[in-house]
């Protein structure tokens, strides 16, 4: 089928998406994956009590969001490269679905920011309790990882008293040898602090599916006035 400067337009612009939308997928369902049966992370999935924490529903969620975007890619693609009408508009209800999770999910998650932030400090602390209470070395190495990204020092911030302090990061100066940021107030201040630019994340990817979604309305349009076309001239021939 035949499509005019605008159609075409549209086409490559989607296939172009769907690329950048797979590769997307990929990651967030491989890392997804990756978090949930690493040996590293794989017991916090074990322990009863965390099995509703922020890093459990984290995890749950991008694998989910990566399966569903590829499935969504796989619509695209096929209704794209094939001009089918039927696949682009399944496409279509798709977008429309995720655009509007996106940037509902971005204005609650910045509305809710003081929440969000309490949540995810919450799990630290729920983590940090079952470290001291059984040692577990999973727990550790996570606990380690948390104190070195965020350079805090358990739910203390004093190394002379902290039971974990093992896992704390090297002081930087003799101050921080006395005491240093505790964790659960940096993780509060660290996502208050950039909720506003998970917002505009969540919107700017809202925008982009937006823009998706006019591009395959377009091709539409152009596919059933193409086909319209064909079959008014073949009535005629024959």
Same mark, same amino acid.
């Given at each position: 089928?035949?499509?005019? &400067?605008?159609?075409?337009?549209? /086409?490559?612009?989607?296939?172009?998406?769907?690329?950048?939308?797979?590769?997307?997928g990929f990651v967030f369902l491989g890392v997804g994956l990756w978090l949930r049966f690493s040996p590293n992370t794989r017991g916090i999935f074990q322990i009863e009590e965390l099995n509703s924490s922020a890093f459990v529903m984290a995890?749950?969620?991008?694998?989910?969001?990566?399966?569903?975007?590829?499935?969504?890619?796989?619509? &695209?693609?096929?209704?794209?490269?094939?001009? /089918?009408?039927?696949?682009?508009?399944?496409?279509?209800?798709?977008?429309?679905?995720?655009?509007?999770?996106?940037?509902?999910?971005?204005?609650?998650?910045?509305?809710?920011?003081?929440?969000?932030?309490?949540?995810?400090?919450?799990?630290?602390?729920?983590?940090?309790?079952?470290?001291?209470?059984? &040692?577990?070395?999973?727990? &550790?190495?996570?606990?380690?990882?948390?104190?070195?990204?965020?350079?805090?020092?358990?739910?203390?911030?004093?190394?002379?008293?902290?039971?974990?302090?093992?896992?704390?990061?090297?002081?930087?100066?003799?101050?921080?040898?006395?005491?240093?940021?505790?964790?659960?107030?940096?993780?509060?201040?660290?996502?208050?602090?950039?909720?506003?630019?998970?917002?505009?994340?969540?919107?700017?990817?809202?925008?982009?599916?937006?823009?998706?979604?006019?591009c395959t309305i377009i091709l539409i349009t152009q596919l059933k006035k193409v086909h319209q076309e064909y079959t008014a001239y073949y009535t005629n021939v024959y």
């Amino acid at each position: 089928m035949a499509l005019d &400067g605008c159609g075409l337009c549209c /086409k490559y612009l989607l296939i172009a998406f769907n690329i950048v939308f797979a590769l997307l997928g990929f990651v967030f369902l491989g890392v997804g994956l990756w978090l949930r049966f690493s040996p590293n992370t794989r017991g916090i999935f074990q322990i009863e009590e965390l099995n509703s924490s922020a890093f459990v529903m984290a995890v749950t969620v991008l694998i989910a969001l990566g399966a569903v975007m590829l499935i969504v890619v796989s619509f &695209g693609d096929y209704g794209t490269c094939n001009q /089918k009408i039927c696949a682009l508009q399944v496409f279509s209800v798709l977008l429309s679905i995720l655009a509007l999770a996106e940037v509902v999910l971005g204005v609650l998650a910045y509305a809710n920011r003081d929440q969000v932030g309490y949540s995810i400090a919450e799990f630290y602390s729920s983590m940090y309790a079952l470290y001291l209470t059984n &040692g577990d070395p999973v727990i &550790g190495v996570t606990l380690t990882f948390i104190h070195n990204t965020l350079h805090c020092c358990g739910v203390t911030g004093i190394p002379v008293i902290e039971m974990a302090v093992k896992t704390c990061p090297k002081p930087d100066g003799f101050f921080e040898k006395i005491v240093m940021p505790n964790c659960p107030a940096i993780i509060a201040s660290v996502f208050d602090s950039k909720a506003a630019l998970v917002m505009g994340l969540f919107v700017g990817t809202g925008a982009l599916l937006i823009t998706a979604l006019i591009c395959t309305i377009i091709l539409i349009t152009q596919l059933k006035k193409v086909h319209q076309e064909y079959t008014a001239y073949y009535t005629n021939v024959y």
